[in-house]
């Protein structure tokens, strides 16, 4: 924490759920490619994005 800002790090426990949804699926043979899936693994990168995203100067909260 001293070294790094806590919203950089924070991103790696947010990518421990998708790691191992993808690692189950792969193991248990499920399909894994269905649009449902896509459509969320974008969504879940998208938030990530957003939130880590370096604000502009002068802009409001």
Do not use: D, H
Request: with cysteine; aromatic share 8%.
């Amino acid at each position: 924490m001293k070294n790094n800002p806590v919203s950089r790090i924070a991103v790696f426990g947010l990518l421990i759920p998708v790691v191992t949804t993808l690692l189950s699926a792969v193991l248990n043979a499920e399909p894994l490619f269905e649009w449902q899936y896509i459509a969320a693994l974008v969504l879940v990168c998208g938030g990530i994005f957003l939130v880590n995203k370096p604000r502009k100067a002068g802009g409001t909260v």
